[in-house]
């Protein structure tokens, strides 16, 4: 499809297990986002990315919490040694085509999220 | 005190009503601010960008005061879907360049 495609939808894990959730943003969106959104808040932001580079890492909440996106397209949220409060739905979402005007729109296109349960 | 607060709700509005809704934000230098709205279970998505001089997109009114730090969103005669939750959205930048701050929501139900 044309939109940010992420899987798996729903992801249940034993407390100490390892997690791998993946983003296939809009092709060739420029900037990747991933957020993280507990029940009844809003989305917390994680991490950025820009082609490849990861520009901004501060919301990831510990050393468990590890992204990349070696090919500046698809991206890896993976989380170590799950917790229960890790426990959410992680969004990822994308925007803005390489080129002046698109840029600046200032929409993000979000995936219909990965729910996760550490049990 | 989060960086974008908004009143939580809910709001509970019968159809034809207007309502409004309120958002202040820390950061002095935020530079672009949006409303994004959220369906339950769904992902947020882009309802209206808020610019300085204030804009409106048919039943929706965005207004932007930046010496206050205040952001609103006026929803005229409502409708059935019109019920979601409504997120306030800040960024430094743009949004598609740096991370993008949302405060918690503002539920609405709209009522027959």
């Known amino acids: 499809g044309a939109g940010v495609s992420q899987s798996p939808r729903y992801k249940v894990a034993k407390r100490g297990q390892d997690v791998a959730l993946r983003c296939d943003p809009i092709?060739?969106?420029?900037?990747l986002f991933w957020y993280q959104q507990a029940l009844g808040q809003g989305p917390e932001f994680l991490t950025y990315f820009q082609n490849e580079a990861q520009l901004d890492k501060s919301g990831l909440p510990s050393d468990r919490f590890f992204a990349e996106r070696p090919e500046g397209s698809v991206s890896t949220l993976k989380i170590q040694r799950t917790q229960q409060e890790d426990s959410a739905v992680y969004l990822c979402?994308?925007?803005?085509?390489?080129?002046?005007?698109?840029?600046?729109?200032?929409?993000?296109?979000f995936g219909e999220g990965s729910r996760l349960t550490v049990l | 005190r989060k960086e974008v607060e908004q009143d939580p709700g809910p709001f509970n509005v019968p159809e034809g009503a207007t309502v409004a809704f309120n958002c202040t934000y820390s950061?002095?230098?935020?530079?672009?601010f949006f409303w994004y709205r959220q369906d339950c279970r769904k992902e947020p998505k882009l309802l209206m960008s808020?610019?300085?001089s204030g804009n409106e997109d048919g039943r929706f009114t965005a207004q932007l005061n930046r010496a206050s730090q205040y952001i609103s969103l006026l929803i005229r005669d409502s409708k059935l879907s019109d019920s979601a939750t409504y997120l306030c959205?800040?960024?430094?930048?743009?949004?598609?360049?740096?991370?993008?701050?949302f405060g918690d929501g503002t539920t609405l139900t709209v009522k027959p």
């Open positions: 092709s060739g969106h420029v900037s």
């Open positions: 979402a994308s925007s803005g085509f390489s080129g002046a005007n698109s840029f600046r729109t200032g929409e993000l296109f």
């Open positions: 808020v610019y300085s």
């Open positions: 950061n002095s230098a935020s530079q672009s």
């Open positions: 959205v800040v960024n430094t930048h743009g949004a598609n360049a740096g991370k993008s701050t």
